[in-house]
């Protein structure tokens, strides 16, 4: 079943590569073997942030993901760092120190790390969101691929650190603050 779900998949990956112009898909640097979605900010929402909520800047995991090694709490911690790297002016704090601050000012960014193992091939789609405390959506990175069991866990840590990068840019740049 998990051979058939992987080869769908795949199938998938390539009608979808081939049936869109590359220049209308930008991509991460080396992508060669990912399918990746980036959605617009919607600017006034973007505007409005001025930090960001601890517990829901978190990573979560879904499909096959925890048999394979993935840990929720380390991914978190790892999404942590790295948003604190690329958003260099957003403090991350505790609900119960966001007293000062309304709810569109506060942002909340996810990361979603699904997988589907086989014996060899894993199968993957992270989805990275940033949205604000209404739980109204500003935007979103996804990338889809296939990586092999024993490099995968070193895969979607850097696909985590590029994509966290890239919606930096692209939050900065709404902002007009690059």
Partial sequence: MKLWLNILIVVCVVLTASS????????????QNNV????PFV???AQEIQVLEKRTTRASLDGDAEKLGFNT????????LKVKNNFFNMEIKDWSDLS?????????IHCRVWTVSADFTISYYIQLTIGDAFHRHISE????????????HDKVRKLIGDMVEQLAIKFYKVRGEL
């Fill in 73 to 80: 709490d380390d991914l978190t911690n790892y999404l942590r």
């Fill in 100 to 108: 000062d601050y309304q709810r569109q000012q506060i942002g909340v």
């Fill in 20 to 31: 869109v112009k590359a220049k209308d898909r930008p991509t991460l640097p080396n992508n």
């Fill in 141 to 152: 990175i996804e990338i889809l691929g296939l990586e092999s069991k024993d490099n995968i």
């Fill in 43 to 45: 600017l006034g929402s």
């Fill in 36 to 39: 990746e979605d980036e959605r």
